[in-house]
């Protein structure tokens, strides 16, 4: 994705990669967070990455997720204010 499609263009991307449904559940249970940095396979200047994250804070409903999409990947709470877990 290039650098210069932020807002809808991004949440279309995004939507695209995740599908409707997952996309459609992931606003219903949190907030999708997106970390971007240079691409590793395209000029960094031109391209980027978007590493997506989403956060459920109801414990319950963070497991039914989990087990529903098993191809996601659990990571630990990363705090993008103080770039820490």
Same mark, same amino acid.
């Given at each position: 994705?290039?650098?210069?499609h932020e807002?809808? %263009?991004?949440? +279309?991307? !995004?939507? #695209?990669?995740?599908?409707?449904? *997952? ?5 219903? %249970?949190?907030? +999708?967070? !997106?970390? #971007?940095?240079?691409?590793?396979? *395209? ?8 590493? +997506?994250y989403v ?10 997720f989990a ?19």
């Open positions: 994705m290039k650098w210069t807002g809808r %263009l991004e949440n +279309i991307w !995004i939507r #695209r990669e995740l599908g409707d449904l *997952l996309y459609e559940e992931i606003n219903e %249970l949190g907030e +999708i967070e !997106i970390l #971007r940095s240079n691409s590793q396979s *395209l000029p960094g200047d031109t391209y980027k990455r978007c590493d +997506i956060t459920i804070d109801d414990t319950p409903r963070a497991t039914l087990l529903k999409y098993s191809q996601v990947r659990l990571t630990q709470k990363y705090d993008k204010r103080t770039n820490s877990n």
